[in-house]
């Protein structure tokens, strides 16, 4: 459906924050393109002897406050515009939790499941001799994402270095830690999540070790949301959690642990002992203090938002809701985390390795946890406050604060 467009969709909620923030028409439309964007075609050799041609992207959303940052996604449905939209709410991303980076994003169409590891790794390298002249610590920094691991980053950290002929830790983040890589990255991402849904317990007067909580898309974000919720907050019911392939659900616990255990041993969360069938359409819906939709855009629509019974909605997903959603949420009452304040830690922490590789000192797991905290504490606050004071939900907030100081930086430079 063209409406569920993803970069249409981040330019209405740019548009959105645009009005409210009276920004001039130039710096208006220089926020709502990628300032470049990068097409390429990869021959990759497969394991048969045959090649196989595959479409790949880099899109360098704007670098008014930094170098781009921001991950690569390896999925068959891969496009141009979900890649522009992940660019942009990186760039947002980026500013809302404040750190001197722009945003960015890449992306090859392909289905990793059926590609074998040296498969893999001749895609990981043939992108990064593709991509190699538009990349740099100071220019643009691909990270993991999607189907996408700390391996296939060693992989592209060796090539690049390759190409260049020295040494470059920092242009690669999301790095196994024997090459440079940061402790705390692994569960940064949910970590993030899972601090703002603190906050957000203290500022609806919910006592948070007694809530319970579903979690849509049981993958690496999904998981560890699943153990830090209990961790964070002191407590907490794990309801129902789901993948691809369905859900399971019981009302009276699940151990994250064992769901955890039995997704690695299977590669699916359906037939988990203990529990009962439930459809991803039907977990989104349960009555529930906090919903964390954590698989792939667009969970949240129209047509469901209306019986979405949670107190809080954790966005560790990108683009999870769309704008109809969102307003229907906020009349009812749902506390929307939204995804590019829920989702930053992983970013945060890909700044902190950077960061390190850039001072080859690196920092113990307790200062990135504690450092961490302080950014998503402060930038959680930053938004509500702003959510209060122009009274409206909590992604126009986050848009407000991100957009004005990226437009504030264009200014400054006098591109605008």
Same mark, same amino acid.
């Given at each position: 459906?063209?409406e569920?467009?993803?970069?249409?969709?981040?330019?209405?909620?740019?548009?959105?924050?645009?009005?409210?923030?009276?920004?001039?028409?130039?710096?208006?439309?220089?926020?709502?393109?990628p #300032?470049?964007e =990068?097409?390429f075609?990869?021959?990759?050799?497969?394991?048969? !002897?045959?090649?196989r041609?595959?479409?790949?992207?880099?899109?360098?959303?704007?670098?008014?406050?930094?170098?781009?940052?921001?991950?690569?996604?390896?999925?068959? +449905?891969?496009?141009?515009?979900?890649? $522009?939209?992940?660019?942009?709410?990186?760039?947002?991303?980026?500013?809302?939790?404040d750190?001197?980076?722009?945003?960015?994003?890449?992306?090859?169409?392909?289905?990793?499941?059926?590609?074998?590891?040296?498969?893999? /790794?001749?895609?990981? $390298?043939?992108?990064?001799?593709?991509?190699a002249?538009?990349?740099?610590?100071?220019?643009?920094?691909?990270?993991?994402d999607?189907?996408?691991?700390?391996? %296939? #980053?060693?992989? #592209?950290?060796?090539?690049?270095?390759?190409?260049?002929?020295?040494?470059?830790? !920092?242009?690669? *983040?999301?790095?196994?830690?024997?090459?440079?890589?940061?402790?705390?990255?692994g569960?940064?991402?949910?970590?993030?999540?899972?601090?703002?849904?603190?906050?957000?317990?203290?500022?609806?007067?919910?006592?948070?070790?007694?809530?319970?909580?579903?979690?849509? !898309?049981f993958?690496?974000?999904?998981?560890?949301?699943?153990?830090?919720?209990?961790?964070?907050?002191g407590?907490?019911?794990?309801a129902a959690?789901? +993948?691809? !392939?369905?859900g399971v659900? &019981?009302?009276?616990?699940i151990?994250?642990?064992?769901?955890?255990h039995?997704?690695? /041993?299977?590669?699916?969360?359906?037939?988990?002992?203990?529990?009962?069938?439930?459809?991803?359409?039907?977990?989104l819906?349960?009555?529930?203090?906090?919903?964390?939709p954590?698989?792939? /855009?667009?969970?949240?629509?129209?047509?469901?938002?209306?019986?979405?019974?949670?107190?809080?909605? &954790?966005?560790?997903?990108?683009?999870?809701?769309?704008?109809?959603?969102?307003?229907?949420?906020?009349k009812?009452?749902?506390?929307? %985390?939204?995804? =590019?304040?829920?989702?930053?830690?992983?970013? *945060?922490?890909?700044? =902190?390795?950077?960061v390190?590789?850039?001072?080859?000192?690196?920092w113990?797991?307790?200062?990135?946890?504690?450092?961490? +905290? $302080?950014?998503?504490? +402060?930038? =959680?606050?930053?938004?509500?406050?702003?959510?209060?004071?122009?009274?409206?939900?909590m992604?126009?907030?986050?848009?407000?604060?991100?957009?004005? $100081?990226?437009?504030?930086? &264009?200014?400054?430079?006098?591109?605008?």
């Amino acid at each position: 459906m063209s409406e569920l467009n993803p970069f249409k969709i981040a330019q209405a909620q740019l548009d959105e924050a645009v009005g409210i923030l009276g920004l001039d028409k130039a710096t208006h439309d220089l926020l709502r393109w990628p #300032m470049r964007e =990068f097409r390429f075609l990869l021959p990759v050799r497969m394991d048969s !002897g045959e090649t196989r041609i595959f479409h790949a992207y880099r899109v360098q959303y704007n670098a008014a406050r930094g170098p781009t940052k921001g991950g690569l996604r390896w999925h068959p +449905d891969e496009t141009i515009d979900t890649v $522009r939209a992940l660019a942009a709410w990186m760039t947002w991303k980026t500013s809302v939790v404040d750190i001197p980076l722009g945003g960015g994003k890449g992306g090859v169409t392909c289905n990793p499941k059926e590609l074998s590891e040296t498969e893999k /790794e001749r895609l990981a $390298r043939a992108y990064i001799r593709a991509a190699a002249p538009h990349l740099a610590v100071d220019r643009d920094v691909p990270a993991p994402d999607v189907y996408t691991t700390p391996q %296939i #980053m060693a992989w #592209m950290l060796d090539e690049y270095e390759t190409i260049q002929g020295c040494k470059h830790p !920092g242009v690669i *983040t999301g790095k196994p830690i024997p090459l440079g890589g940061s402790q705390g990255r692994g569960d940064a991402t949910a970590r993030g999540g899972v601090y703002t849904v603190r906050e957000a317990t203290k500022a609806l007067g919910i006592d948070a070790a007694k809530t319970s909580y579903a979690i849509q !898309g049981f993958g690496n974000a999904g998981q560890f949301a699943a153990t830090l919720h209990r961790e964070v907050l002191g407590g907490g019911t794990l309801a129902a959690i789901s +993948d691809s !392939g369905g859900g399971v659900y &019981c009302k009276n616990g699940i151990d994250p642990d064992k769901a955890i255990h039995y997704k690695q /041993e299977t590669g699916r969360v359906a037939g988990l002992p203990g529990t009962e069938p439930i459809s991803n359409e039907d977990l989104l819906e349960l009555d529930v203090d906090v919903l964390y939709p954590s698989a792939l /855009e667009n969970a949240i629509t129209a047509d469901n938002a209306a019986r979405i019974k949670a107190k809080i909605s &954790c966005e560790l997903a990108n683009g999870p809701t769309t704008p109809e959603a969102d307003k229907i949420l906020f009349k009812n009452g749902v506390f929307v %985390i939204p995804d =590019f304040l829920a989702n930053a830690g992983g970013v *945060t922490v890909s700044y =902190f390795e950077q960061v390190q590789n850039t001072y080859n000192y690196y920092w113990t797991l307790e200062d990135v946890h504690s450092q961490l +905290d $302080r950014r998503m504490t +402060d930038a =959680f606050h930053a938004v509500h406050d702003m959510s209060k004071k122009e009274s409206v939900h909590m992604r126009l907030a986050a848009y407000l604060v991100s957009v004005s $100081r990226v437009a504030e930086a &264009c200014k400054l430079r006098g591109w605008v």
